[in-house]
C-alpha cells in the first residue's frame, strides 16, 4: 500500500511564482542538445561498426603474436646449450 | 459546464498548432505558453514543492516535444497528453525516491465524496473517508484525484491514465465501491 501525505485546501501557486520557472528559451535548448546529439548507436552504423570489428581483430592478432614471441623465447632460454662430443 | 470541457473551434484550432509544432520545434512554444500553468498546477498538486514541480515540469514539455510526432487527436485538447505525461514523470518520481505521495484535497470535495457513503457527509465521515483514501492503491487514488477533485470527464480521466472511457467509468465505481466497504468496516 502507498504511503500519502493529505493536503487540505493548499492554495494554488501564484502567477509570479509559476512565471517565475517558465522558460521556453531554455526548454529549446535542452531540446537541442538532446535532438542534436548523436543518436545512432556506434554497433547501428556498417562502417563505424566495421572498424571497430577491424581494430579488435588487429588487437587481437597482435596480442596473440606477442604471445607467440614470448614463448619462443623463453623456450629458448629453457633449453640446455648443446655439447659436442667426439 | 466542465471547466475541462473545449469547444471543436478550439480543438480544430489546436490541431493547427499542434501541426506547426510539428514542423517547426519553435511552434512548439504557442503550447508551452498555453499549458504551462496548467501542467505546474498539476504537478504542484501531486508534489507541493516548487522546484520538484519546476523541474518535472521541464522534463514533461521536453518529453513532449521531442514525441510530439507520435500525438495522435483523440477529440481531447492537447492538454490531456501533456498531463498524461506530467503524471508519469510525477509517478516515475516517486517510484525511484519512494518518499510519501502527495495528495492535494479541496475540503469540498471531500465532503461531496463522503456525501456518497452511507454515513453522509458529516465530520467524522470526512475522517473516516480520509483514512479509507489512504488504504487505495496508487492508480486508484489517482482515479479518485482526477475525477473528484480535479473534477475531470471520464473521457479526459481515461486519456491520461491510458484506459478508455468505459474503463474509467467501471473502475471508479468499483474504487467507491470499494470505499463503502472500507468505510461500512471501519463505522
Not at chain 1, 542538445?33 to 561498426?49: G, I
Amino acid at each position: 500500500m502507498a504511503n500519502y501525505k493529505f493536503k487540505t485546501d493548499v492554495p494554488a501557486p501564484t502567477d509570479d511564482e509559476i512565471g517565475k520557472h517558465k522558460d521556453f528559451s531554455k526548454l529549446r535548448g535542452n531540446y537541442e542538445s538532446v535532438t542534436t546529439r548523436s543518436r545512432v548507436p556506434l554497433y547501428k552504423n556498417k562502417k563505424a561498426f566495421l572498424v571497430l570489428v577491424l581494430i579488435v581483430i588487429v588487437a587481437f592478432l597482435m596480442a596473440e603474436l606477442l604471445e607467440e614471441k614470448k614463448k619462443e623465447n623463453h623456450q629458448q632460454k629453457e633449453q640446455p646449450p648443446k655439447h659436442e662430443t667426439n | 459546464m466542465n471547466p475541462h470541457h473545449k469547444d471543436e473551434t478550439y480543438l480544430r484550432q489546436e490541431l493547427e498548432q499542434i501541426e506547426k509544432a510539428r514542423i517547426n520545434p519553435d511552434g512548439f512554444g504557442v503550447l508551452y505558453e498555453k499549458y504551462y500553468k496548467q501542467i505546474y498546477i498539476f504537478i504542484n498538486r501531486r508534489t507541493d514543492n516548487e522546484e520538484l514541480s519546476s523541474e518535472l515540469c521541464s522534463l514533461t514539455f521536453l518529453k513532449a516535444m521531442l514525441n510530439i510526432q507520435k500525438y495522435t487527436d483523440r477529440g481531447l485538447p492537447f492538454s490531456s497528453w501533456l498531463f498524461r505525461i506530467a503524471l508519469n514523470e510525477v509517478n516515475m518520481y516517486y517510484r525511484k525516491h519512494k518518499t510519501e505521495r502527495c495528495v492535494s484535497l479541496e475540503s469540498k470535495a471531500v465532503r461531496a465524496l463522503a456525501g456518497e457513503s452511507p454515513a453522509g457527509p458529516d465530520e467524522d465521515s470526512v475522517k473516516r473517508l480520509m483514512l479509507a483514501l489512504g488504504r487505495l492503491s496508487e492508480p486508484d487514488m489517482q482515479l479518485i484525484e482526477l475525477r473528484f477533485f480535479e473534477e475531470r470527464a471520464f473521457a479526459e480521466v481515461g486519456e491520461i491514465v491510458g484506459i478508455t472511457e468505459n474503463n474509467a467509468k467501471v473502475r471508479i465505481y468499483r474504487i467507491l465501491e470499494k470505499l463503502k466497504t472500507l468505510l461500512k468496516g471501519r463505522s
